[in-house]
């Protein structure tokens, strides 16, 4: 059987995706600062120039790759309150995926703490750091609006200001994860979202 030939939109979305696969990669080799646009498109098996057609700048590449990973982690959040339409089987699914992602994305989140502080020196950067976590902020309200309209009315914090409080748990306990290891307390997230939904139980 004949394989499809690809229209020049797809060639293109296929190039770009395995210059962004080359750059996880190249970055979790090298790191960050490490990793050149030469690099990374040596990797990839194309040029430089191959590499600017689709990207402007490393920063960009990185950026890219940071938005993969904050879509994946909303997908994954529809996907698990599609599956469950439980917020308590909600809650453990989630304890247990944030600790399956502190577990296996140790590189990605070194390479975010090294992105970080060079995004807190560059302010075009981390503008557009902010504008992802608005984005993924905005989407997670809509997720906690859809899933728990009748919890809302005894929380104390409005669907957006529980959206960066998850967020901001998750994202803490990561970090505190690779410092203390197991001796982070287990199911913290869950419990954390259950006294900030049930302030008065």
Same mark, same amino acid.
């Given at each position: ?83 469950q339409q439980s917020f ?13 992602? +502190?577990?296996?994305?140790?590189? %990605?989140? @070194? *390479? =975010?703490? &090294? ?42 914090? +409005?669907?957006?200001?529980?959206? %960066?409080? @998850? *967020? =901001?748990? &998750? ?31």
């Amino acid at each position: 059987m004949l394989k499809r030939r690809l229209t020049q939109k797809e060639r293109k979305q296929e190039t770009r995706q395995m210059l962004l696969d080359s750059a996880a990669e190249t970055f979790a080799l090298l790191g960050f600062h490490g990793a050149s646009v030469d690099k990374i498109a040596e990797f990839a098996g194309f040029t430089k120039g191959a590499v600017y057609a689709h990207f402007n700048s490393k920063e960009e590449l990185f950026l890219a790759l940071l938005e993969q990973q904050i879509q994946s982690h909303i997908n994954y959040i529809h996907e698990v309150w599609g599956e469950q339409q439980s917020f308590d089987r909600f809650i453990e699914n989630m304890n247990d995926y944030l600790r399956s992602v +502190s577990q296996k994305n140790h590189t %990605w989140s @070194i *390479l =975010s703490m &090294e992105f970080l502080l060079y995004a807190m020196r560059d302010e075009s950067v981390r503008e557009k750091w902010a504008d992802l976590l608005i984005e993924s902020v905005g989407k997670m309200t809509k997720i906690i609006k859809k899933m728990s309209p009748e919890e809302s009315h005894e929380a104390t914090l +409005s669907a957006e200001e529980l959206a %960066w409080t @998850i *967020l =901001s748990i &998750e994202n803490g306990m990561a970090i505190f994860y690779y410092i203390t290891g197991e001796r982070t307390p287990q199911n913290l997230l869950g419990k954390a979202i259950e006294n900030l939904l049930h302030p008065h139980q």
